[in-house]
């Protein structure tokens, strides 16, 4: 047995994923979240490659640009919603202990954060709930631990 690394999703727009008559979903499109999960990515990722082909081919449109079209209304809002990973993971990266912090002393950072998880609200809305209620103290942390004070 061999493991492999997921890719997380760096940024992008669903017409990034798609060829002539084809559509990348899941890992091969890049579609896991901070914490490199991507079934759930990968299921809804299927399910708008599977509609959007279906209109597709109804239209007798399977060339890139209009593929991409379809693609776009199917997919938009999952591609919104793992906009906010790269931001999610530098912050992991650059300012572990200050959000440890923030999420041992916020009982609602810990549901928000819980929520990006489960897909129990969009990843951008818990992101945005989510700095809203860190507030300025959480950037004064975030300041001090990469200043070394912290």
């Known amino acids: ?23 990348a979903v899941g890992d091969a499109a890049g579609l896991a979240n901070f914490a490199g999960e991507g079934i759930y990515h ?12 279906s209109r597709a081919l109804d239209a007798d449109a399977l060339d890139r640009r209009s593929l991409a079209e379809f693609y776009a209304v199917e997919a938009g809002g999952l591609y919104r919603e793992l906009s906010v990973t790269p931001r999610l993971v530098k912050a992991m990266e650059e ?9 041992g002393r916020s009982g609602e950072a810990r549901r928000l954060f819980g929520a990006l998880l489960d897909h129990s609200l969009p990843s951008d809305a ?10 300025a103290s959480f950037l004064l942390s975030v300041l001090a631990e990469r200043i070394g004070l912290a």
């Open 1 to 23: 047995m061999e493991g492999h690394v997921i890719p997380v999703f760096w940024g992008g727009e669903p017409g990034d994923a798609v060829g002539d008559g084809v559509v």
């Open 42 to 53: 990968a299921l809804k990722s299927g399910e708008a490659a599977a509609t959007a082909l």
């Open 95 to 103: 300012a572990p202990r200050s959000l440890a912090g923030l999420l």
């Open 126 to 135: 818990a992101a945005r709930r989510l700095a809203e209620a860190a507030g």
